[in-house]
């Protein structure tokens, strides 16, 4: 694993553990499918995926990855979870971002205060 992620996640495990909150990693919230979660707070039904290889051509951008993913994300939201998607990119800037009407001009803010929202 490497640095990033793992900064990642002190942030998101040091925060849940503040508020009392468990994050499971690789957390298949539907026993019938094999589908995962990277990263699931279960007591809230709120989920986070990392997507990687965005620049690339990765798992998530390829055809048969992508479609996975819809369904996945899909089926969760279906389920009642809210599924949040971050970047590999995001991490590495320590930025989420919002979206607005003109790119250039998107806000950000920090993954400590994006998580801290979310939980």
């Known amino acids: 694993m490497n640095i990033l992620l793992l900064q990642f996640e002190n942030i998101l495990f040091g925060i849940a553990n503040k508020k009392g909150l468990t994050v499971k990693k690789e957390h298949r919230f539907l026993e019938e499918y094999k589908y995962r979660f990277d990263y699931a707070i279960v007591e809230k039904k709120v989920a986070i995926e990392v997507e990687g290889g965005t620049f690339v051509y990765g ?5 048969v990855g992508f479609r996975e993913d819809v369904i996945k994300y899909n089926l969760a939201t279906i389920n009642g979870w ?13 930025a989420f971002i919002f979206p607005t009407a003109k790119r250039p001009n998107r806000r950000t803010v920090s993954l400590e205060d994006f998580l801290n929202t979310i939980m």
């Open 82 to 94: 809210k599924v949040y998607r971050i970047t590999t990119e995001m991490i590495r800037r320590n």
């Open 59 to 63: 798992r998530h951008n390829s055809p």
